[in-house]
Nanobody
């Protein structure tokens, strides 16, 4: 059974850092594009970042570019989202997602392209 589990969220002060993890079971992450999304209260789920299979092409939303970094550890079957210089507007539940089928070398940006989702991890940026 394909499963994604996020962890690493928490409460952090503005300017602080967190590292989110997305651990996969039931499939090999390296063959799939993996996306990170977030949803704040009363807002739609939005794409934050994506990493493609293989070479690891990446995508970042303008709102996080230069502050967030996505990476993959194939040995641990885990994708990470390193978040620096956090702002109150980064507060949201963060989700990782995978498509139903492997996609070679492409980053998927739209949430409609993803079929499997984790349960989410809460990130709160507040002083």
């Amino acid at each position: 059974q394909l499963q994604l589990v996020e962890s690493g969220g928490g409460l952090v002060q503005p300017g602080g850092s967190l590292r989110l993890s997305c651990a996969a079971s039931g499939f090999t992450l390296d063959y799939y594009a993996i996306g990170w999304f977030r949803q704040a209260p009363g807002k739609e789920r939005e794409g934050v970042s994506c990493i493609s299979s293989g070479y690891g092409n990446t995508y970042y939303a303008d709102s996080v570019k230069g502050r967030f970094t996505i990476s993959r550890d194939n040995a641990k079957n885990t994708v990470y989202l390193h978040m620096n210089s956090l702002k109150p507007e980064d507060t949201a539940v963060y989700y990782c997602a995978a498509p139903q089928f492997p996609v070679q070398g492409m980053c998927l940006i739209s949430k409609n392209e993803y079929d499997y989702w984790g349960q989410g991890t809460q990130v709160t940026v507040s002083s």
